[in-house]
Nanobody, 121 residues
Framework: VQLQASGGGLVQPGGSLRLSCAAS????????IGWFRQAPGKEREPVSC????????YYADSVKGRFTISRDNAKNTAYLQMNSLKPEDTAVYYC???????????????WGRGTQVTVSS
């Protein structure tokens, strides 16, 4: 079972990035997907999640209206579209798979290695 987050990079404030979370050796569509982030010196925090049925989603207040979570089951991949990026969005972003869409990181079973997002001019 493997999850791999990718798509991070350096972007200017106001810019956009799309993160991908690719699954291997299991079917991503059976699981809820969560995105979390951890900035230097801070604890890991929830960003967004989507239920296995795609019916329910969650967004942290800090990203509402700017980030969009989605998945493509045919590609066994989930995405986090990030628009209007701010310097405070700078962090390592992680994707995780679990049974329910929750903001609690301990509810997730599988974790991918993170991808660095840096928002700076």
């Amino acid at each position: 079972v493997q999850l791999q987050a990718s798509g991070g990079g350096l972007v200017q404030p106001g810019g956009s990035l799309r993160l991908s979370c690719a699954a291997s050796r299991f079917t991503l569509g059976y699981y809820a997907i969560g995105w979390f982030r951890q900035a230097p010196g801070k604890e890991r925090e929830p960003v967004s999640c989507i239920s296995s049925s795609d019916v329910s989603t969650y967004y942290a207040d800090s990203v509402k209206g700017r980030f969009t979570i989605s998945r493509d089951n045919a590609k066994n991949t989930a995405y986090l579209q990030m628009n209007s990026l701010k310097p405070e969005d700078t962090a390592v972003y992680y994707c995780a798979a679990g049974t329910d869409c929750t903001s609690n990181q301990y509810d997730y079973i599988y974790w991918g290695r993170g991808t660095q997002v840096t928002v700076s001019s």
